[in-house]
């Protein structure tokens, strides 16, 4: 076997849920420590190193966790697009399981990104809201993810549950380029983009330093939640089938009994 | 410490730690309780075809 071949087929192994939840016990403590550590040095560089803004004074140490929470909103939506074509496609045992546990987590960074933008646009732009296109891109991505967990909820099959959401996800994508591009599609009061750009960051290296160390924890934190998620669905799916079986079990065991009584 | 601006800035911080540590206790609490559960299965002798099949090559 060549070394590629046994790399395809380590990483084929993933697909079965009982060897990456041993997998998971083992990566989860490390990746837990880095994911304390990345916070605490992204929290200090934020708050106690990073310099006020020329402009916007200290208002911009906002940033550090309005921005990092909105890349992650869209990441954890466009991570859910893949398992979709995971889930419809290839019929892979863990796509509907990643989806499931990374909505809520993406509905939460949609909800820190928006309610963080609310606490930044006030004393800088006058207003809580405006319904500028960035800014209602991102409430419509909210909206989307809790009503994917509403459907989730709403029928009782997984599997069924999981082939529904998927086609839904796969429709709402739509919105994550809406959001990427409305601060150039349209006239917004949300600045546009600077940091990832064709010319590259248009930030000193003060600010963005702190903003990617930032970003880095706040998607270990993910990392982290959506694995210990899976983990969970896991074992809820394995719950139901237990319980269904031992129904089964038990219907046909009365089946059984109730014809020897009607033989007698 | 953050001049002006402090209550914008301790809010937005504040809203963030505090919907972090909803997810913390979500996935924490929502293990728990899939592990009783399963526990509660095994102690009524309800196992996976899997560990079923795996028992009786062993025994």
């Known amino acids: ?264 | 410490m953050f001049g002006n601006y402090a209550g914008f800035i301790l809010a937005s911080y504040g809203v963030t730690a505090a919907t972090i540590l909803l997810l913390v206790l979500w996935v924490i609490l929502d293990g728990q309780k899939q592990a009783k559960i399963l526990a509660q299965l095994h102690e009524r002798g309800i196992h996976r075809r899997s560990e079923r099949a795996k028992a009786a090559a062993n025994s």
């Open chain 1, 1 to 264: 076997m060549t070394e590629t071949e046994t790399k395809s087929f380590q990483i084929r192994d993933l697909a079965n849920p009982t060897r990456f939840l041993a997998l998971l016990d083992k990566i989860m403590l490390p990746l837990l420590i880095l994911t304390i550590i990345a916070l605490g040095v992204g929290l200090y560089m934020a708050l106690f190193v990073s310099p006020d803004d020329y402009q916007q004074g200290s208002t911009v140490k906002i940033m550090y966790i309005h921005v990092p929470a909105a890349w992650l909103a869209m990441f954890a939506y466009t991570m859910m697009t893949v398992s979709a074509l995971g889930t419809l496609v290839w019929k892979h045992p863990l796509a509907d399981v990643s989806a499931k546990a990374a909505a809520p987590l993406g509905a939460a960074f949609s909800f820190v990104c928006l309610t963080t933008g609310s606490f930044w646009g006030k004393p800088m732009w006058g207003t809580w809201w405006v319904w500028d296109a960035r800014l209602t891109s991102m409430l419509i991505l909210l909206i989307i993810y809790l009503g994917l967990i509403a459907l989730w909820h709403a029928i009782e099959d997984p599997l069924k549950a999981g082939k529904a959401v998927a086609i839904l996800t796969l429709v709402g994508f739509i919105i994550i380029p809406i959001i990427k591009f409305s601060v150039d599609w349209w006239s917004t009061l949300h600045q546009p983009a600077t940091v990832f750009t064709l010319d590259g960051p248009k930030m000193d290296n003060s600010m963005l330093i702190p903003l990617l160390v930032m970003a880095g924890a706040f998607t270990l934190l993910f990392t982290v939640l959506h694995f210990k998620a899976m983990k969970n669905e896991i074992l809820r799916r394995r719950i139901r089938s237990m319980q269904m079986q031992a129904a089964r079990q038990v219907a046909s065991g009365n089946r059984a009994a109730a014809s020897s009584v009607a033989q007698r």
